[in-house]
């Protein structure tokens, strides 16, 4: 890196972030985010000397509280005691490692890909998705995981200062999500407004279609011999086949029209990828054995909201063990125990049931 950036023209001096932004005006696409061309923060900042204010995202999301909760939140599988399975924060390592690829072959701007990956499932519920739907269910419909990520990082961190990160990113954070619609959306204000942000999107449905064959096949939820034929012979058998044929379609295959960088997969990849993706969401997502433990959690998570809500002390106390005891001024009770079940743990939610709603000796 200090031999490049030696080759690189340079005010009298210039400090080691100026070096870096001077080499990202030279080398990156002319369509990448440029570190010294931001919309900035809701708080202003100095300018760290040596570090880019994409590398400064990135390093706050993965200093944050809510980044080291991720270890102990679902991805598929509940409390899996295998050592081998996804947790939510193994996701996200992989989402960022694909994200990172993707942007240097394309020529875009790594760091702003990694920091949106690193922070896209911050605001992710316990037990999976199965927590957003009890959500959804006892506190409000429009409860969604991009929206409570970008809360996170914009309120609930650093006991309600929150992280104060770039537009960019948190954009990127905000409309990572694509459920179990198209990558990316017909709607333009759906996309996120960087290709960045649009390429985690690609990296995040790459990351999972891969990692969540492995485990379901691991599980014995399904078998091997089970994975669509098509799928098998379009992408590959093992899953550094897949992932290799994901990335070097979508980089092939994409391109630059009407001034703007044009992400795409060939029809053939694209198709195999979708069918991959419905099988998983029916004989995996939806299958008896993992569809149980989710009405399980919903019904903890449920009773822990409602329990909360009636008992302020008890509550108050949890926030204190959380680290979440700031919020801004008007925020609902309801807001608050949304805030609190939506950050905690499957292991901090299985405890605190136990010792709420399980009986305990006296002597």
Known sequence: MAKLLKSVPL?????VREEIEGWERQYLSP????????????RYEEPCPIRT?????????VYCNAFRRLKHKTQVFLSPLGDHYRTRLTHTLEVSEIARTLARALRLNEDLAEAISL????????????????LNEIYAEWFSLPAQSVRVVEVLERWGQGLNLTFEVRDGIQKHSKGYGAV?????GALPVTVEGRVVRFADIMAYLNHDLDDAIRSGVVRREEVPEPCVKVLGQSHPERIRTMMNDLVTSSG???????LALSGEVSEAMGELREF???????SDQVHRQFMKAKKILSELYWYLLENEEVFEKELIRMEMG????GTSLERRVCDFVASITDRYALSLYEEIFFPAPLF
């Open 53 to 61: 204010e994409f590398q400064k995202d990135r390093d706050r999301i």
């Open 11 to 15: 005010l009298k001096g210039a400090c």
């Open 256 to 262: 630059v029209e009407n001034g703007d960088v044009r």
């Open 184 to 188: 990316l959306p017909e709607d333009p």
């Open 119 to 134: 922070g896209h499932d911050l605001g992710h519920t316990p037990f999976g998705h199965g927590g957003e739907v009890a």
């Open 31 to 42: 369509h990448a985010c440029f570190s010294s061309s931001l919309r900035g923060r809701d």
């Open 280 to 286: 998983l969401y029916h004989h995996v997502y939806r």
């Open 326 to 329: 700031s919020f801004p001024s």
